[in-house]
């Protein structure tokens, strides 16, 4: 009798990716527990910005108590006994590290560009000019003409499609389409992000236009939302090798 193909054990644990740094990053990342600890934080490097030299681990339980800092490079994950729902929370020992700061979250710490009205309208072409030189071509209000090309837009967007915003390129589902006076003319898209990169919980200015995890949802213009077959990303998509 052939003997049957006997597969290997999957000892895959789903844990909770946290930074010290990144108050508002948070992923969920499946590990086979075979990995060590170096192979992992070289992972984590690449999408995080933490050097693996400068980065130690710490696996945590539900309730947030640590369990144990994953200090052996060599060490396969499995001798720190994981378990699914566990925290691994990266610490970044470099206080000069790219993650430090809160810049890399908080765009009022950047410096803005500025330029006086002067300046701008002594420059060759402009936006200004440019709209200026448009409308005079075009009778139709701008208003009028914008409100159009979003209604058009929306046309093709409905409730519960999944989509992709721009910029960022960031992943979700379409929770609401139509005009929200609270926030301006014309019209809205709310979207529930896969990850933690919105501003709310669907509530904007008093007004509950839908309802998801704070800190998931954003309300953008149409034209920055394209609907399509996108799935939620793994933490690790773009490697081509498993860990």
Known sequence: MASKLQLPA???VTLIVSHSNLTSFSSDVRVSQQTTVEALKEKLWKKTGTSVA???LELRDETGARVADLDRDAAPLAAYSPYDGY???IVDLDPSSVTSG???EDTSLVEKY???????DKL?????KFKEKMVSKNPVSDDKQSDNQMEELCANIKVGDRCEVEPGAKRGTVKFVGKAEALGRGFWV???YDEPLGKHDGMVKGVRFFECPQGHGAIVRP???KVGDFPERDLFEDEEEEI
């Open 190 to 192: 709310g979207v529930q």
């Open 124 to 128: 060759g072409t402009n936006f200004r």
């Open 10 to 12: 999957d000892d895959s």
């Open 223 to 225: 034209e920055k939302v």
């Open 87 to 89: 925290r691994l929370h």
């Open 114 to 120: 500025t330029i006086s009205d002067e300046a701008y």
């Open 102 to 104: 809160g810049w890399l």
């Open 54 to 56: 400068s980065m130690r």
